[in-house]
C-alpha cells in the first residue's frame, strides 16, 4: 500500500454542487443548477437494519442476515449570502409545486482544489431551510441550513 493512500484525508475543504436527477431514472442535461462553498455538512451516513432471525436446533443465538438500508439527513451550513438559489428550491415545496430531485456532488478536495474523493447523492430533495438567527449585539457571520434527504449514497475515488 502507497502512503499516499494511507495518510489521512483533510475534511476542511469540500464542494458540494447539485444538477438534475430525474425520479424515472431517464437521462437529462447534467447542467449544475446551483452550487456552493459550504462551511459545514453532516449526515454522510448508511445504516443497515440486520435481521435477526431464530432457527429451530440452533439454541446459541440467532443467525442475522442484512435488511434495509437507510439514509441520514444531510444537512448543510452556508454564511449567509444573497444567492437565493437553495431557498426556492425548498420553497417550491410549500407553493404545492412539483419539486425537482436533485443530485448532489460531494468532493473532497486537497489544499491544492483537486478532488481526493466524493459522494453523490441521488434525488435529493430539501425537507427543512433555516436562516440565520439575527442577533443586534452578535458580530458572528450569519449562518443558513438546508435539510435534505435522498434516495441512493454512492462513494468514489479521484
Not at 55 to 72: D, I, K, L, M
Not at 108 to 121: A, P, Q
Not at 144 to 151: A, D, Q, R, S
Request: net charge neutral; hydrophobic share 40%; charged share 25%.
Amino acid at each position: 500500500m502507497s502512503d499516499a493512500k494511507a495518510a489521512p484525508i483533510g475534511v476542511f475543504n469540500f464542494h458540494v454542487a447539485f444538477s438534475r436527477d430525474p425520479v424515472d431514472g431517464s437521462g437529462g442535461d447534467d447542467a449544475t443548477l446551483c452550487q456552493g462553498a459550504f462551511s459545514e455538512l453532516t449526515g454522510l451516513e448508511a445504516t443497515m437494519e440486520p435481521r435477526s432471525i431464530r432457527e429451530g436446533g440452533r439454541n446459541w443465538g440467532s443467525v442475522q442476515r442484512p435488511g434495509g438500508v437507510n439514509f441520514a439527513t444531510v444537512v448543510l451550513k452556508r454564511g449567509i449570502t444573497r444567492s437565493r438559489d437553495l431557498w426556492q428550491w425548498f420553497e417550491l415545496l410549500g407553493q404545492g409545486g412539483y419539486v425537482n430531485r436533485l443530485k448532489a456532488e460531494i468532493e473532497i478536495r486537497n489544499v491544492t482544489g483537486e478532488r481526493v474523493m466524493g459522494w453523490t447523492l441521488r434525488r435529493a430533495m430539501p425537507v427543512k431551510f433555516k436562516a440565520a438567527d439575527l442577533n443586534a449585539r452578535g458580530t458572528d457571520v450569519g449562518v443558513e441550513e438546508l435539510h435534505i434527504v435522498h434516495e441512493g449514497l454512492e462513494h468514489s475515488t479521484s
